[in-house]
């Protein structure tokens, strides 16, 4: 299975900035899928997670409220709508799959990351103040 995320930009402070994770391979496309972001110096950051129904959400506290995790018609495609940006938000935006459709997103999101299956490439959103 591969992802590529994409979809990061340059934003101002309280914009607003959507990126998208795509899934291709593999054969029955029902992977949870999770968000991480990573700023220089910090360690990564758990962001949001979802089912693979889309059933299921669940937010990192930084970001809860502000960020909405959600799939598209084609179940393979995972979006990150990303309002009220703040400086604190700029990262590069990973997104990961799980090769296990009955995780939760909640199961997601306490599980170490290392334990997810599939990543892709970091997608860099720059929020100015």
């Known amino acids: 299975v591969q992802l590529q995320a994409f979809g990061g930009g340059l934003v101002q402070a309280g914009g607003f900035l959507r990126v998208s994770c795509a899934a291709s391979g593999g054969t029955s496309g029902r992977y949870p899928t999770a968000w991480f972001r990573r700023a220089p110096g910090k360690e990564p950051e758990f962001v949001a997670a979802i089912s693979w129904s889309g059933a299921s959400t669940s937010y990192g506290a930084s970001v809860n409220r502000r960020f909405t995790i959600s799939r598209g018609n084609d179940v393979r495609v995972v979006y990150l709508q990303m309002n009220n940006l703040k400086p604190d938000d700029t990262a590069a935006y990973y997104c990961?799959?799980?090769?296990?459709?009955?995780?939760?997103?909640?199961?997601?999101?306490?599980?170490?990351?290392?334990?997810?299956?599939?990543w892709g490439q970091g997608t860099l959103v720059t929020v100015s103040s």
């Open positions: 990961a799959a799980l090769n296990a459709p009955g995780t939760t997103a909640q199961g997601m999101a306490n599980m170490p990351s290392t334990d997810l299956d599939y």
